[in-house]
C-alpha cells in the first residue's frame, strides 16, 4: 500500500528504561494506515485507546494513537504518534510490523529535515531541534528554545529586507548607464551599508559564546606539581575524579569533566604540573598543558599558598593575562598568607583550600561571571550562533565591506551590486532560502532517528 518513498516511521524515544516509547509515523499514506490499525479515523490531535494488532491479527499492545492532520503537524504532513510500553521488544515489533505494512525506517534527522522542506520551520531552526537535543546547561536550553521559535530568523529577516532595500535604490540605476548615484543617494547607500555592517558584526561576535553554550567554557587548570589542581577538580566535581598524592607530578596526561555550574556548563581540564626541571614522561605532559592551555577560554592557574611563586615557563606567562586567568591560591588551611607576586597584581586572586572547600562558593561564582562575560548582548534574545553561521556572516560582511569601498571609489553600480548580491546569498544560506542539496544532506545526517 504504501511507497515506500513516502510513508517512514521511527522511534522518537529512547526505550531502555522508559515506561512509553512512541513511534512516529509521517507520509501520504498515514491516513490509511491509520485506520487500518485503529479500525476508524479518530478525530485531529485527540489521543484514543486502541488495540494494536498486527497484520496476522496478534495483539501486540494496548497502546494511544493520535493522528495529526497536516500542515498542522511538525513535518506539516499527515502524522501519526503511537504510544505504546516502553518495552523494547514491544516497540521493535510494532515498529517491524509498520515496515510490513510499507513504511520505510526514517533517516536520521528526516521528519525535521521534512518539516524544513515542507516550509514549517527555517534552517536555523531546524539547527536548534539538534541544540535542544544536545543542551548540556539553563543558557544552552535557553538559548536553543529561542531559536527554535525564530529569533535567529528574525534577524536574518531584517538583514536581508534592509540590503534588498539598498540593493533596489542601486540597481534602479543599472538601467541608465548613462547616470550616476546621486550624492544624496550615495550618502545613505553608505550609511546603510555602515549599519548593515555593523549588525552583521554583532551577529557575528556571538559565535565564540555559541561554541561555549554548545560545547563548555572551556576551563583549563594549570600550576606546579602538587599545587593541587587535582584537588580543586575534585572539590568542583563533587568527587574523586582524578588520583591524588603527596607525590609530585601523579597527572602525567589532561583528564577532562564537564560540569554544570549555574546557568552554565563548564569544561575542567585538569593537566600536569609545570615543572622547571621535568622528565622525559613530565615533558610530554607539558607539551599537552601547552596544548590546552592555548585553546583555553579561561585559565584557572593553582598556586600553593604555603610556597613562594613559582617561575613559570615563558610560554605560559605570555599566554596569561587579567582576562583569561583566574589565580587560584591554595592551600590556605595550612597558611593565611596571601600570594604575594608583582606578576600577578592585576589578576583577580581568591584563596581556597581544595581539602576544607573554603573558598570555593567565592571560586564558583567567579566562574560563573567569567562565563557570563562572554555574553553579546544583541537586545531581548539570546542569540549563539554556530561556525556555519559564523562563516555564511563573515562572507557577508566581507562582501558589504568591498561594496563600501568601491562605492567610496566611484566604481561602476554594477560591481557594488554584485557585491551585494554575495551578501544576501550568504544571508539566505543562514536561514536555508537557497538550494544547497549537499549542504542540507551533511547538516540532517547528524541528527538523531526520530527527529
Known amino acids: 500500500m504504501a511507497s515506500t518513498q513516502d510513508t517512514i ?78 518495552n523494547p521488544f514491544i516497540a521493535q515489533r510494532i515498529l517491524e510490523d509498520l515496515f510490513a505494512r510499507g513504511c520505510r525506517p526514517a533517516e536520521a534527522g528526516e521528519f525535521t529535515q521534512r518539516a524544513f522542506l515542507n516550509g514549517q520551520m527555517d534552517l536555523s531552526q531546524a539547527e536548534a531541534v539538534m541544540d535542544l537535543i544536545h543542551a548540556r546547561s539553563t543558557r544552552a536550553l535557553a538559548a536553543a528554545n529561542q531559536q527554535l521559535r525564530g529569533a535567529l530568523g528574525r534577524k536574518m529577516d531584517a538583514l536581508i ?11 534602479a540605476y543599472i538601467d541608465f548607464p548613462d547616470e550616476d548615484l546621486p550624492t544624496e543617494d550615495q550618502k545613505s547607500v553608505a550609511k546603510a551599508l555602515g549599519l548593515l555592517n555593523k549588525n552583521t558584526d554583532n551577529l557575528l561576535a556571538t559565535n565564540h559564546y555559541g561554541d561555549i553554550l554548545r560545547d563548555g567554557l572551556k576551563t583549563v587548570i594549570l600550576g606546579e606539581p602538587n599545587a593541587g589542581k587535582s584537588s580543586l577538580l575534585n572539590r568542583l566535581v563533587g568527587r574523586e575524579r582524578a588520583l591524588v598524592s603527596d607525590q609530585p607530578g601523579t597527572t602525567r596526561d589532561y583528564l577532562e569533566e564537564r560540569i554544570i555550574l549555574g546557568d552554565h556548563c563548564l569544561r575542567l581540564i585538569d593537566t600536569a604540573g609545570l615543572n622547571a626541571t621535568p622528565a622525559e614522561l613530565e615533558k610530554l605532559g607539558m607539551e599537552k598543558s601547552l596544548e590546552r592551555m592555548v585553546e583555553a577560554d579561561l585559565i584557572l592557574l593553582v598556586l600553593d599558598q604555603s610556597k613562594a611563586s613559582p617561575e613559570l615557563p615563558k610560554t605560559v606567562r605570555q599566554h ?63 542569540i549563539a550562533i554556530n561556525a556555519r553561521h559564523a562563516d555564511a556572516l563573515a562572507r557577508a560582511s566581507t562582501c558589504l565591506e568591498q561594496a563600501t569601498a568601491q562605492l567610496k571609489s566611484g566604481d561602476p553600480i554594477e560591481l557594488i551590486a554584485s557585491e551585494l548580491r554575495g551578501s544576501l546569498a550568504a544571508y539566505g544560506e543562514i536561514s536555508g532560502k537557497i538550494d544547497n542539496e549537499r549542504m542540507l544532506d551533511h547538516l540532517f545526517s547528524s541528527f538523531c532517528i526520530g527527529k
Open 9 to 86: 516511521a521511527a522511534l522518537a524515544t529512547p526505550t531502555g528504561t522508559s515506561a512509553i516509547a512512541v513511534l512516529r509515523i509521517s507520509g501520504l499514506h498515514t491516513k490509511e494506515l491509520t485506520k487500518k490499525i485503529a479500525g476508524s479515523l479518530p478525530s485531529p490531535r485527540s489521543a484514543i485507546r486502541a488495540d494494536y494488532r498486527d497484520t496476522a491479527g496478534n495483539l501486540v499492545d494496548d497502546v494511544l494513537l493520535t493522528l495529526f492532520i497536516g500542515p498542522a503537524s511538525y513535518t506539516a504532513e499527515d502524522t501519526l504518534e503511537i504510544s505504546c510500553h516502553g
Open 161 to 171: 529586507e534592509d540590503l534588498l532595500a539598498v540593493l533596489a535604490k542601486i540597481e
Open 320 to 382: 596569561l593575562n587579567k582576562d583569561n586567568t583566574l589565580i587560584v591560591a591554595n592551600k590556605s588551611d595550612l597558611t593565611s598568607d596571601a600570594v604575594s607576586s608583582p606578576e600577578f597584581n592585576d589578576f583577580k586572586t581568591i584563596a581556597t583550600s581544595a581539602l576544607t572547600g573554603e573558598g570555593f562558593d567565592e571560586l564558583q561564582i567567579a566562574l560563573q561571571n567569567r562565563a557570563d562575560a562572554f555574553h553579546v548582548e544583541l537586545g531581548d534574545d539570546l
